[in-house]
C-alpha cells in the first residue's frame, strides 16, 4: 500500500509538473502590438513582392512569378522605377539583401542565389544552395535567410554556406511560413506567409519578442486575389522610418507601432 500511494504521488506531481509547463509556455505567448499609418508611397500592382529593402533614399525590390521576376531600385515618392533588372523568364525570383556594395537575390525552388553590383545591377557572381528560398536579411556579420519552415538560417555572404540556425517560437509553439525579413533594431522581424501580422523575432534563440497585428491595413477590395498578401517590410535606420507592403498592393505604408496588450492562455493556444 506504501509503494502505491508513493507511486500514485509521484504520477500526480509529474501531471501537475507538465501542466505547469504547458500554461508557462501558454503564458509566455508574445504579446501583440497594433499600428498607425503616418504616410503612404506608391507601389506597382504588377510587382508580386518577395523582398524588399530601403537603403540611401530608395526602395530596393525583389519580384516572383516566372517570367515576372525582376529587381529594382525604385524612388519612393513617385514609384518610378529608377533601376531594373529581369531574371531570366524559368527563376522564380524571392528575397534580396544588401551586402557592401552588392546585393543578393535568390530563387525559390531554383537553389541559385544571383550577386549584383548594388550601384549597377551587373551581375557579379552566384551561389547554389539547398532547399527553397523565401526571404534574406542581414545583421552585421551574416545574412539570415528564411525557407517557408519555422527555422531561420544565418550564412556566410562570401560564401553562402550557413553557419547556424534558430528555430521560431512563441511560447511553445513554433511558428512556420516565415517569409520576407528586416532586421531591426537587433530583431528580426518576419512575414508569415498568408497573415496579417509580423513576428519581432530574436536572433538569438528565436522566440517571438512580439507581434505587430497589421489586419485591415489594406482593404480586401484593393487586393487583386487571395495571394495579395502582406509581404514587405523595409526600415530607414537613419530615419527610423518603417515601411510595409504586400504582394501587388497599391501602396507602401509606412507604420508607427502602437503598444501590445498581452494575449491570454486560451487565444495563444489557438492561433
Known sequence: MF???KSLRGLTQNLLLAAAILQTGYAKAAPVAGYK??????HSTANYTEGLFYLSGLFYEGTGMEGRSAVMAIEPATGKVMQRLDLPAK???EG???WG???YQWTWQSHVCFVYDRFTLRPVKQFTYSGEGWGMTHDAKSIITSDGTATLRFRNPSTFQETRHIVVKDGTREIHNLNELEYIKGEIYANVWHQDRIARISPADGHVIAWIDLSGLLPDTEKIDEESVLNGIAYDA???RLFVTGKQWPTIFEIKITPPRTPSATTSSTM
Open 3 to 5: 509503494v502505491f500511494r
Open 101 to 103: 556594395p552588392n546585393l
Open 238 to 240: 537613419q530615419h527610423d
Open 37 to 42: 499609418v503616418v504616410g503612404q508611397f506608391p
Open 96 to 98: 534580396i539583401v544588401d
Open 91 to 93: 527563376y522564380f525570383g
